[in-house]
């Protein structure tokens, strides 16, 4: 697969999925979003460009401390952008901006922006030294950028049963670039190579209890997973899906079904 087909892939998955994502069973990247403004310690004025900005999560969490600011969301697709921009008009901020565009080819000027965020992006491309050196190019020299990814660890052993049993089907899982992330040491190695300095890394927990193994089908079916279960015939869809949920449910403790993420931020500025 090319950067071309993947980049359509990626795109025909996020419009699919869009009109569920980051919804019921997904709260955690609303959880992680509530950090940003701490980590971003903004001042209120600065020009802050979101990068993979999606439905507007992490946009509409920073937007509140920029009364004097604006945050530039952009994403490859316009079926997130339409949920950004309505999650945007309910929560009346009209300090976000949303622009469709190719986070490796952003349109602004250099040095355009005081800082950058990019909530569980990076990972979207096999190449995320030359992404970060691209999104720095368009902060200013001293700017911070932040970026945050899942921990080693996130998701199991859910997942780990989900692609046991997917591959079952004869549905190889792709390699979870995420990974490449995931710990400490992997992503200040990033930072470091793209020459960021200052840098520092933060780590939260972000789990919590999913009241039914439904909460974790929508997770599957309103994220990045769903490009997996599409491959399935649709009894082999409905077979996967009882199969999977009786051994999620199994996981069922007297709070629910445990639901284990920890989120790792990454803060450097640019010299």
């Not at 403004?37 to 600065?46: C, K, S, T, W």
């Not at 507007?56 to 952009?74: D, F, N, Q």
């Not at 490009?227 to 629910?256: N, R, Y």
């Amino acid at each position: 697969m090319d950067d071309q087909q993947r980049k359509a892939q990626v795109k025909k998955t996020f419009d699919t999925v869009a009109e569920g994502y980051g919804t019921t069973g997904m709260e955690f990247f609303h959880n992680a979003a509530t950090h940003l403004p701490q980590i971003l310690r903004l001042q209120g004025h600065e020009q802050l460009l979101d990068v993979a900005t999606g439905t507007g999560i992490a946009a509409t969490a920073i937007a509140p401390h920029l009364p004097r600011g604006t945050v530039t969301g952009i994403d490859l697709s316009e079926s997130m952008l339409a949920q950004a921009r309505a999650r945007a008009q309910r929560l009346d901020l009209g300090n976000i901006l949303l622009h469709p565009m190719d986070m490796q080819n952003l349109v602004f000027d250099d040095a355009h922006f005081d800082a950058a965020n990019c909530s569980f992006g990076l990972f979207f491309l096999p190449d995320m030294l030359g992404l970060l050196q691209h999104i720095a190019s368009k902060v200013k020299s001293g700017g911070q950028i932040v970026a945050c990814s899942f921990y080693e660890g996130a998701f199991e052993p859910n997942l780990n049963l989900f692609l046991a049993r997917i591959q079952r089907y004869g549905v190889e899982p792709p390699a979870f670039t995420w990974k490449n992330i995931s710990t400490e040491e992997r992503f200040r190695a990033l930072y470091d190579d793209a020459g960021l300095r200052n840098i520092q890394l933060q780590r939260f927990d972000i789990g919590y209890f999913l009241p039914s193994a439904e909460d974790w089908w929508r997770i599957i079916w309103y994220a990045g997973f769903r490009g997996l279960v599409a491959q399935l015939s649709a009894p082999q869809l409905l077979e996967f899906k009882q199969a999977h949920l009786a051994e999620i449910d199994a996981l069922k403790t007297t709070q629910g079904i445990p639901l284990k993420v920890s989120v790792l931020f990454a803060s450097g500025h640019v010299v």
